[in-house]
């Protein structure tokens, strides 16, 4: 049984490459500019819980466990994570990551983005985002595994499971997981194309800063906002901030990502141009037109290209 699946074969189903795998490979093949890449699929993670024993070791934990107890759910977080990590993915579960990774390498360079996509997230009434790890600038089949692997940990942070258990479920949850090519962003951000705050769906608002996106993800810096009116694309409102810091992909050629300060002048500076920003919001409503509800996606500029890096439904329009 393989537990890859190609996301330029055509739309993949969320049951078996998660919320984050079926978007991406949706919108490729709708023809949106997306970096290429495979999911390990959820099949490969239930193989890794079962054939190591890992399931039959988490399921009386999860059957006994009081959602409404803080210090149990902690409790069972820490049991249950702790024996995903001590864990060694299974010998054919490895080969399969190592030769998709070759493959993709012949045609799409060495660095890679490694994300979590876990079935039920950025669904319609659920994002989860930004409950589980992504890691960036991964070279090598040994630091792709490792990612996996990682990936595989975070279904069972305390966050995750608490968040799952407040919805009523998560014991059968499953973590498939995104290889992709890494697009090394000069400048990336958020799109929305509904005010979060006011709601209007006339107006796609967009945040923006220098290198990837993790440092407006991780709250590092306040990004740059641009208020574009989705009906003729006119710029309404342009707020620039001081963006003290960017994160890069290693320079020396290793994996991993670097922080680096900007000079005063760098950090003033627009971190995208007026056609820029009508440019990002242009994708964006196309993508909502895909759609057909209102998203927040992510994207990053390089070489003068757009890249679409995801999208979910936003959940928290009224």
Known sequence: MSYIAWMHNGKLPREEVGGKGASLSDLMSAGFKVPDGFC????????????????????????????????????????????????????????????????????????????????????SAASFAGLYESYLNMVGDHEVLDAVHRCYVSLWSQRAVSYRANRGGGADEAMAVVVMKLVPSETSGIAFTAHPVTGSLDQVIINASFGLGEAIVSGRVTPDSFLIDKRNFALLEREIYAKELAIFPHPGGGGGVIEEKLSYDRQRAPSLSDEQACDVARLAAKVEAHYGSPQDIEWGLYHGELYLLQSRPITTLG
Request: without cysteine.
């Open 40 to 123: 390990v699929t959820a099949g490969g993670y239930r193989h890794f819980a079962n054939v190591t024993g890992i399931e039959a070791r988490v399921a009386p934990i999860l059957a006994s466990l009081d959602t409404a107890d803080a210090a149990a759910l902690r409790h069972a977080s820490e049991t249950v994570s702790g024996f995903v990590r001590e864990t060694e993915l299974p010998a054919d579960l490895q080969d399969e990551i190592r030769q998709a990774h070759a493959q993709l390498t012949t045609t799409m360079g060495s660095h890679y983005a490694v994300r979590s996509s876990a079935i039920s997230e950025d669904g």
